[in-house]
C-alpha cells in the first residue's frame, strides 16, 4: 500500500486541525492505521491508531482531544485534533503495519509503509 498524509498547517494554541491519510492498495481495509510525529530534535512517536474493525487507540498526549476515522469509499484515514498546544508541533506521518488491529506504537522500522509527512504547527 502506499499513503500521503495532507492537513497540515498553522494554527493558534487552542485550535483545530484534521489530517487526511489517503491510502492505495485493494487491501488497506484490511489494515490499521497509525499516526506518528515528529517534532523538530525528537524520535518519531505514536499519536494514534484505527483498526480495521474500526477500534482506536490513543498515545496519552493526545487521548481526549483527538478522534480518529476511516472511510471506506474515500480510502481516508482522518485525525480530527482539538485543544492544540505548542508542544503538539511536528511532522505528521501515516503508516501501517499491515496487520488488522492495532498494536503498541514500535519504531519507524517496524511498519511497512509510511506516507510523506505534514507540517503542523501550532503558534501564537
Known amino acids: 500500500v502506499q499513503l500521503q498524509a495532507f492537513g497540515g498547517g498553522e494554527v493558534q494554541p487552542g485550535g483545530s486541525l484534521k489530517l487526511s491519510c489517503t491510502i492505495s492498495g485493494s487491501t488497506w481495509s484490511y489494515y490499521a492505521i497509525y499516526w506518528f510525529r515528529q517534532a523538530p530534535g525528537k524520535e518519531r512517536e505514536g499519536v494514534s491508531c484505527?483498526?480495521?474493525?474500526?477500534?482506536?487507540k490513543f498515545a496519552e498526549s493526545m487521548e481526549g482531544r483527538a478522534t480518529i476515522s476511516r472511510d471506506s469509499a474515500k480510502n481516508t484515514v482522518y485525525l480530527q485534533m482539538n485543544s492544540l498546544k505548542v508542544e503538539d508541533t511536528a511532522v505528521y506521518y501515516c503508516a501501517t503495519d499491515e496487520f488488522t488491529m492495532c498494536s503498541d506504537f514500535y519504531p519507524e522500522r517496524y511498519y511497512n509503509s509510511w506516507g510523506q509527512g505534514t507540517l503542523v504547527t501550532v503558534s501564537s
Open positions: 484505527i483498526a480495521a474493525d474500526g477500534s482506536s
